[in-house]
């Protein structure tokens, strides 16, 4: 039997009266390492801000077998322009937990926290450097550790790879793949570049005309259906 974390059930998703996605249906496992791919427009930060509860369902349901704890790294991440942060507080944003704002882990507990999640991300020595004047593979390392400061059991990760080049690129993927296995994450994350990352997926959750569907990694790219998606990768 699979262990159902997280299901939407006669689920429509999207902003006002407006559906982006209707009649989801899907469940994801616990464990699972998810990609979620589709043309821009499609839906898929409106899906993923459904699943960590920044926005409600339309219609239908979302649940959880147990409520994670989620983690998250946004898309085009807007906290550059909180320029007089060092690298080591943007990362400590983690530590307020989904329903304690106000309870930041603070003292010896929650700084060892930080380095810890810094250091696994191979960022311990931009801690103390603006966050503003990191690059953008460096901010991506900061915003990761961010998400694993909040000790998620689900992360969830909007095109963390955008911008990054290749070499940072496999650096980051590696780590989440050492991430996911050391602690046993459920991993969420939409991408562009299925052949990059086609190993690392589980399942690939695609959305495609108004619709969402989840399947395992070689199901889902089985008979080319995913070609108009990806023909640009060659
Ligand atoms: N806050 C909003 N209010 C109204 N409509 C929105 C809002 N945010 C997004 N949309 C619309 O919802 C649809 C899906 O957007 P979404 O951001 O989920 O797409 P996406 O698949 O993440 O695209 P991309 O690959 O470009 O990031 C789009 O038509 C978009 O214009
Ligand atoms: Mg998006």
């Known amino acids: 039997m699979t262990d159902s974390l997280i299901r939407f059930k006669h689920a429509a998703v999207g902003y006002g009266r407006k559906p982006v996605l209707t009649g989801v ?4 496992e616990r464990g699972a390492f998810v990609g ?3 043309e821009n427009g499609s ?18 349901q ?7 704890r989620f983690g998250y790294v946004p898309q085009k991440e807007r906290l550059d322009t909180v320029f007089p942060l060092a690298a080591y507080d943007v990362a400590a944003m983690g530590t307020y937990r989904r329903f304690e704002f106000l309870e930041r882990l603070r003292g010896r507990e929650g700084r060892s926290l930080v380095e810890r999640c ?14 503003a004047d ?4 460096q901010k991506q390392r900061v ?3 961010r998400a694993l400061a909040a000790q998620p059991d689900v992360l969830a990760l909007d095109e963390p790879l955008a911008g990054i080049d290749g070499a940072t690129q496999r650096a980051i993927l590696e780590l989440l793949r ?10 969420l994350m939409v991408s562009h570049r299925i052949h990059v990352e086609r190993g690392l997926f589980t399942h690939v959750l695609l959305c495609d005309g108004g619709k969402a569907e989840i399947g395992p990694t070689e199901e889902m790219l089985a008979g080319g259906r995913l070609k108009a998606l990806f023909e640009h990768e060659g």
């Open 134 to 137: 990191l690059s953008g593979g």
């Open 25 to 28: 249906e899907l469940s994801v």
């Open 36 to 38: 979620i791919l589709g």
């Open 62 to 68: 979302l649940s959880f077998s147990v409520p994670p």
């Open 43 to 60: 839906g898929k930060t409106t899906l993923m801000r459904t699943v960590l509860g920044l926005q409600s369902c339309l219609k239908g």
């Open 178 to 187: 050492k991430v996911k296995e050391e602690r046993g994450l459920t991993i």
């Open 118 to 131: 810094l250091a696994d991300c191979g960022a311990s020595s931009l801690a103390a450097r603006p966050y």
């Open 143 to 145: 915003l990761i550790a």
